[in-house]
C-alpha cells in the first residue's frame, strides 16, 4: 500500500478536478426539488455521476426506486465503508433542509475514495438514501438489508453557525390521528351530530396539560389535516398529524403511550370513533455517532483550516433516520456550518443559503474530509476495532441496539 499521504493527496486531486461538476450537480438538485420517495431526477444525476467516475451502479436499490449503490472494490478482501447520500426536498419548501449539500458532499467524498481504492483493501459503496424528511429511506433499507454488508457509514449534514463533529438526535415516531363522527346541520339539528373536529381540539387540549410534566427534550407537535368543509356542517371527520419526540427511545415511548391516551380520552369526551396510525418507516431512532470515525473527519477539518466544535449539552436537535443506522452499525454525521452566522433550518433562509458560493466552498472541504476520513477507515484497520469495541461497549450498556 502507498503510504497515506500520498493516497489523501490523490484522493483530494480527484475532488478538486471535478470541482466544478459537483457544484453543478449540487445547485441542479436543488432547482428540481423533488420530495420523499419522488427523488427521480435527482437519483438520475446522482447515478451517472458515479458512474462516470467509475462506480457500479444499482439502480433501485432493494427495489425501493429511487434508492441506489454504486460500489468500488479495492485490491483485496477488507471491510465495506458505506458513504450516504440524501436527495430529498421538503414539500413546498423545496431545498430548505440543504439535502442537495449532502448528495454533493457524499459523491465527491465517493470520488476521492474511487481514486485510490486500487491501493485499498475492502470496498466503498456510495448509497443513495432517499425521503428522509418524514418517510424513512434508511429505516426501509435497513429492513431490506441494504446495510446488511456495511462494516461503517457515514455521511454530513449542513448546519449554520458552528460545524460539529456529531451532536445527537431525537427518537421520534409520526402519528396520524383521526376521529370520525356524524355530519349534521350545524344550525338546525346539532344534537343530532357528533363533532370530529371536537376530538382534534380535545387532543390539542389535552397534549397541552401533558406538554408541563415531560422532560425538557420531549416534544410534542401536530398540524390539523382535515377540521370539516363548511361551517354550517358538523364535521364527520377530522384528522392531524403529530410528531413524538424524545432524546431516547424508552422514554420517548412513554410520550407516545402518554399521547394515545390523550386521544383516547378526547374521543371519550367528543363520542366520536379513534384511528391512531403509527407511521412504521418514520419512526426515527436517536443518533449515537462512532467516536474514533468522527475523531478522523474532526481531524481531517482542522487539518484545512477548518474549526470543529463539540456538541454543548443544550444544542438544538431535530431527528433523522441516520439515527437508526447508528443504532445497528458504526457511523457519523457530522454538520458543516454553511454561514457563520445562525440560520434556522427548514426556512426559506436556509434555502436560500444552501445554494450559495460560501455553502458550497464550505461543503467541498467538509466532503473531503470525508473522503480522507473513509480512506483512513479502509487503510487503518485499529480505527474499525475501536469503532467497533466502541458500538459494543454501547450495546451491552443498550445504548444502541445492534443488529437483530
Ligand atoms: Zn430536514
Ligand atoms: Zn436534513
Not at 451517472?48 to 441506489?68: D, K, N, P, Q
Request: glycine share 10%; hydrophobic share 45%; with cysteine.
Amino acid at each position: 500500500m502507498s503510504d497515506p499521504k500520498a493516497l489523501h493527496h490523490r484522493a483530494l486531486k480527484a475532488i478538486d478536478e471535478r470541482r466544478e461538476a459537483l457544484y453543478a450537480l449540487s445547485r441542479a438538485i436543488h432547482a428540481k426539488p423533488e420530495i420523499a420517495y419522488q427523488e427521480r431526477e435527482a437519483a438520475i444525476r446522482l447515478t451517472e455521476f458515479l458512474e462516470g467516475a467509475g462506480f457500479t451502479v444499482e439502480r433501485s436499490y432493494r427495489e425501493i426506486e429511487t434508492a441506489y449503490r454504486g460500489e468500488a472494490r479495492g485490491r483485496g478482501p477488507g471491510p465495506t465503508v458505506a458513504i450516504l447520500q440524501e436527495y430529498d426536498a421538503l414539500p413546498e419548501l423545496g431545498h430548505a433542509c440543504g439535502h442537495n449539500l449532502i448528495a454533493m458532499m457524499g459523491v465527491a467524498a465517493s470520488v476521492g475514495v474511487r481514486a485510490v481504492i486500487d491501493q485499498l483493501p475492502g470496498r466503498v459503496v456510495a448509497i443513495g438514501t432517499p425521503a428522509e424528511e418524514g418517510g424513512g429511506g434508511k429505516v426501509a433499507l435497513i429492513r431490506a438489508g441494504g446495510f446488511d454488508d456495511v462494516d461503517a457509514a457515514m455521511m454530513i449534514h449542513p448546519t449554520s453557525g458552528r460545524s460539529l463533529a456529531g451532536r445527537h438526535s431525537l427518537a421520534s415516531n409520526r402519528v396520524m390521528v383521526e376521529f370520525r363522527g356524524k355530519a349534521a346541520h350545524a344550525a338546525s339539528q346539532p344534537d343530532l351530530g357528533i363533532n370530529a373536529l371536537d376530538g382534534i381540539l380535545q387532543l390539542f387540549n389535552n397534549v397541552n396539560a401533558m406538554r408541563q410534566q415531560l422532560r425538557p427534550d420531549a416534544r410534542v407537535h401536530g398540524i390539523i389535516t382535515a377540521g370539516g368543509s363548511a361551517a354550517n356542517v358538523i364535521p364527520d371527520y377530522a384528522a392531524a398529524r403529530f410528531s413524538i419526540r424524545a432524546l431516547d427511545r424508552r422514554y420517548q415511548q412513554d410520550v407516545l403511550r402518554r399521547f394515545i391516551a390523550c386521544a383516547e380520552g378526547a374521543a371519550v369526551a367528543t363520542g366520536t370513533q379513534l384511528q391512531v396510525t403509527v407511521n412504521e418507516n418514520a419512526g426515527y431512532e436517536n443518533m449515537v455517532f462512532s467516536t474514533p470515525i468522527a475523531e478522523r473527519w474532526a481531524h481531517h477539518m482542522r487539518a484545512q483550516g477548518v474549526q470543529v466544535y463539540e456538541a454543548r449539552d443544550e444544542e438544538r436537535v431535530g431527528s433523522t433516520d441516520m439515527g437508526n443506522v447508528m443504532q445497528v452499525l458504526p457511523a457519523i454525521h457530522p454538520y458543516i456550518a454553511i454561514s457563520p452566522e445562525p440560520i434556522p433550518g427548514h426556512s426559506i433562509a436556509f434555502r436560500e443559503a444552501v445554494v450559495g458560493q460560501e455553502a458550497h466552498d464550505n461543503a467541498i472541504a467538509a466532503g473531503k474530509a470525508l473522503a480522507l476520513t473513509a480512506i483512513d477507515v479502509l487503510a487503518d484497520p485499529e480505527i474499525l476495532r475501536k469503532a467497533r469495541s466502541e458500538f459494543e461497549e454501547r450495546r451491552a450498556r443498550g445504548v444502541v441496539k445492534g443488529r437483530s
